[in-house]
């Protein structure tokens, strides 16, 4: 079968670093990909990791680590706008590629 | 401007009325997919498309339809949408399938 597992709620203070992890179990793993939801909108694209190691695009980071089967997406310097919901998702490749989604970690932000 | 576009936004419809839900982007991506959106179960993959005239069923797929006729459309077609059809739906389409780009979401619901 096939699962990720990434926390409900993670709740941090503006300015702080904030960590959203995500373990998952899935045959012919591609990559891990991360998506950022505001309440009301649209999934948009952060990152994608192929290859092992630390991906940076500004605040945001990402982790990968194949042999753990584990990611982690790192936000720095958090903003009140940072206060959304966060995905990481898989992509597999057998015959054809899929994407699947973890259920989302909600993340609150507070002044 | 480069985006994803949905048709209807929003839809309240009865149980067994045929219904068709358009996506269209001017990216020129040629992998499309289409994902439903539930409380508490994150995004799940419906049906995806490589190319024009290739699709292949996601992790839900029963009770839908898609088609590929051209590259840059990519419509749900419900036959007869039941009330476990409710949901949020978004479309999304990609260059590799690595970084998608969402829809703004139709909200359908089936009385």
């Known amino acids: 079968g096939q699962s990720l597992e990434q926390p409900s709620e993670v709740t941090a203070v503006e300015g702080a670093i904030v960590q959203i992890n995500c373990t998952y179990q899935t045959s012919g793993f591609y990559g891990l990909s991360w998506y950022q939801q505001h309440d009301g909108g649209a999934p948009t694209f952060l990152s994608y990791n192929a290859l092992d190691g630390l991906e940076e695009t500004g605040r945001f980071s990402s982790f990968l680590s194949r042999s753990d089967s584990y990611g982690y997406l790192l936000l720095q310097e958090l903003q009140m706008k940072d206060s959304a919901s966060y995905f990481c998702?898989?992509?597999?490749?057998?015959?054809?590629?899929?994407?699947?989604f973890g259920s989302g970690t909600r993340l609150l932000v507070r002044p | 401007e480069a985006q994803v576009t949905q048709n209807p936004r929003y839809l309240i419809t009865v149980t067994g009325k045929k219904l068709t839900v358009t996506c269209s982007q001017n990216m020129n991506h040629e992998y499309m997919s289409w994902y439903r959106q539930d409380p508490g179960l994150g995004l799940r993959q419906i049906y995806y498309?490589?190319?024009?005239?290739?699709?292949d069923k996601g992790d839900v797929p029963e009770g839908y339809k898609v088609s590929r006729k051209e590259k840059r459309n990519f419509p749900l077609i419900l036959e007869s949408p039941s009330p476990n059809q409710t949901s949020l739906y978004f479309c999304?389409?990609?260059?590799?399938?690595?970084?998608?780009?969402f829809g703004p979401g139709t909200r359908l619901t089936v009385t």
């Open positions: 998702a898989v992509a597999r490749m057998d015959s054809s590629y899929k994407l699947i």
């Open positions: 498309s490589m190319n024009v005239e290739v699709t």
């Open positions: 999304a389409s990609s260059r590799t399938g690595n970084e998608q780009y």
